[in-house]
């Protein structure tokens, strides 16, 4: 039994001079993580891959761009460079909901009582002696959990924390002249 957590967006538009995303008509409210966002100016173009940066780059005084480059996922929010102009945008995420394609598809609305579920529906069937069904309900188990895992993990990642190196780049360590 698979289930899809992916989902794409398509030409969601993108107003001049927005610096956060998550206020665009038309946005997904099953969103748990963006993956992958892309940006064009019209439909005569091919969508670019903006780059996921930990922190934004400040612009220099006085300049600006036309069309989105950089984005930054932070406290459950897309952050971007603003563009000077309007524009599409594609985004691939990971939803909170997988796909329904029938009766039978699950409706996971918290995968850690999903992972729950299962490992102690494992459990169970492991001391009945169903021990081919209780190792398919733990690796169930399993895949939710690593998925919980990768959320969250992802999501961290791109938290920046680092301060400056303590020897300011010259080379030598823990001497303010620079000089060993």
């Known amino acids: 039994m698979g289930v899809d957590f992916r989902k794409r967006v398509d030409d969601l538009t993108y107003t ?4 956060v995303l998550d206020d665009l ?8 993580m963006v993956e992958v966002i892309k940006y064009r100016k019209n439909t005569a173009e091919g969508y670019v891959e903006l780059v996921r940066k930990d922190d934004l780059p400040k612009l220099p005084a006085g300049t600006t761009t ?7 996922w932070q406290n459950r929010q897309v952050t971007v460079v603003p563009a000077t102009e309007n524009g599409l945008l594609q985004f691939d995420y990971l939803s909170i ?14 995968m850690s009582v999903s992972v729950l579920a299962y490992r102690t529906a494992a459990d ?10 209780a190792g398919w309900l733990m690796a169930l188990a399993k ?12 999501n961290q990642q791109f938290v920046a924390r680092r301060g400056q190196p303590e020897h300011g780049g010259r080379g030598a360590y823990n001497h303010p002249s620079g000089v060993i």
């Open 97 to 110: 909901l997988p796909d329904l394609t029938g009766p039978s598809s699950p409706l996971l609305i918290d």
């Open 25 to 32: 008509a038309g946005w997904p409210t099953d969103l748990w």
């Open 143 to 154: 895949d939710f959990s690593d998925k919980i895992v990768n959320i969250q993990v992802k």
């Open 16 to 19: 001049a001079n927005e610096d």
């Open 66 to 72: 036309d069309r989105l480059r950089y984005w930054m």
């Open 124 to 133: 169970a069937k492991g001391t009945r002696g169903q021990k081919e069904e």
